[in-house]
Structure formats: structure tokens, C-alpha cells
């Protein structure tokens, strides 16, 4: 069955303490890894794009890694603004492709 | 910037009223998708459209129709609201899913409209 599991389900972080959150895939035919960041009440807001197995991209404190089952999101030294939901999303199969959620890491900073 | 709009942040119906929800995308993207949101379940997909006029069913279908008459305009219908309707409506565009050109399969989402149904 095609899956994407994210975790942990929360995470709570001091200021300055630096982690990961998981998103592992077991699809068919993986055309692309996203990851999104939600806050409350809000929509999804997009944050990367990832293709291929060894690919990284990074943006101010967050980077985000591809292996061939599982992504990673890095965050450096977070703080408080970093606290929301963090989705991933792979996107497999043929012509248009069916893209499928995680249930996301909700992640708290504290100060 | 790549903007999705959304018709309404709240929306309160009764059980059996007729509910319009709609969405407006600005950067001419063929494909536009319907979301609704719950917590434990995550993002599940209602439908979707690759072009004007086209629709497919997503996971969810049931009790929901949707229109698309012009590309930049996608439409939810409630047909006959129900309580097990209330939640969280997300309304996603993305240029085109099959595209060999990266990044053109991204989808970008709106603000949400929380619907409640009593």
C-alpha cells in the first residue's frame, strides 16, 4: 500500500536545540518529495521540492534531504516562529501522478 | 508570487443547505484540486481538475460536486450540507503535474475555509 509516514506526531524543542523530523515513503515510482509548513487555521505553505536520492535544499534555518525511503527535515538552532506543522507529500505513479500526504510533525519552540 | 484565493475564511450552514465553495488561482495553472482537512486524518482529496471543464474524483467524493468553468476558477458544491461535513476545505493549483520541467508540479494552496455545519 502506498504510504508516507511522518514522526514523531509532536515535537517540542527549547530555542537554539536543533532536530530532525522523518518522512518515510514506500511508494511506486516516487516523482517528487514536499515538504510544507502549516500554521494554524491556515493553508499549507510550500517550503521544498526534492527528486532524486542524495538531493538537499535549504532555506534559512530548515534544510531538507532525500534518501530512497525517507526524507529528513533538519532544523538548525529553531526558534518560537519555527512552532508549526510541518507536512511532507510524495508525489508518485504515472501521467498527472497521485500525490499523497503525511498526517505531519507538529513542532513547538519554546523560548 | 503564486496567489490561491479562497471565497470565505468561515462558513456557517445548517444540515440540508446547498454550500458554494470557491477558489481563484492567479498564475494560470491547468490543474486545481479540493481538499478537506481533519485532525487525525490529514489532507484527503475531494477532486480534481486538469482542465476547464474536466473533473475526476479523488478519494472522497461522496456528497460533493465540483465545477470549473473558466481555468483560474474551481468550485466545491455541498450539494445537501451534513454535519459530518464540517472541516477544514483546502484549495490547492499546480502548473501542470506531468510536466518535464521541475517545479512545475507543485502544488500551491489557499488560506483554508473552516465550515461548520450544524
Known amino acids: 500500500e502506498d504510504q508516507v509516514t511522518q514522526s514523531p506526531e509532536a515535537l517540542r524543542l527549547q530555542e537554539g536545540e536543533s532536530s530532525s523530523l522523518n518522512c518515510s515513503y514506500t511508494?511506486?515510482?516516487?516523482?517528487?518529495l514536499f515538504w510544507y509548513r502549516q500554521d494554524p487555521g491556515k493553508g499549507p505553505e510550500f517550503l521544498f521540492t526534492l527528486y532524486s536520492a542524495g538531493e538537499e535544499k535549504e532555506k534559512e534555518r530548515l534544510k531538507a534531504t532525500l534518501t530512497k525511503k525517507e526524507s529528513f527535515l533538519h532544523i538548525t538552532a529553531p526558534k518560537p516562529e519555527d512552532s508549526a506543522t510541518y507536512l511532507c507529500a510524495a508525489l508518485y505513479g504515472g501521467s498527472q501522478g497521485n500525490l499523497i500526504f503525511g498526517k505531519g510533525t507538529k513542532l513547538s519552540v519554546k523560548p | 508570487d503564486v496567489k490561491v484565493t479562497q471565497s470565505s475564511r468561515y462558513l456557517v450552514k445548517r444540515t440540508g443547505e446547498k454550500v458554494f465553495l470557491e477558489c481563484v488561482q492567479d498564475m494560470d495553472h491547468e490543474n486545481m484540486f479540493w481538499y478537506r482537512q481533519d485532525p487525525g486524518l490529514g489532507l484527503r482529496l475531494i477532486y480534481f481538475?486538469?482542465?476547464?471543464?474536466?473533473?475526476e474524483k479523488g478519494d472522497i467524493p461522496e456528497g460533493y460536486s465540483v465545477s470549473r468553468e473558466k481555468k483560474e476558477r474551481f468550485s466545491l458544491i455541498l450539494e445537501s450540507a451534513s454535519t459530518n461535513q464540517t472541516s477544514m476545505y483546502l484549495c490547492a493549483s499546480s502548473f501542470h503535474a506531468g510536466g518535464l520541467t521541475t517545479g512545475t508540479d507543485t502544488q500551491y494552496f489557499g488560506p483554508g475555509t473552516r465550515l461548520t455545519v450544524l
Open positions: 511508494v511506486s515510482g516516487l516523482r517528487g
Open positions: 481538475s486538469y482542465d476547464v471543464k474536466m473533473k
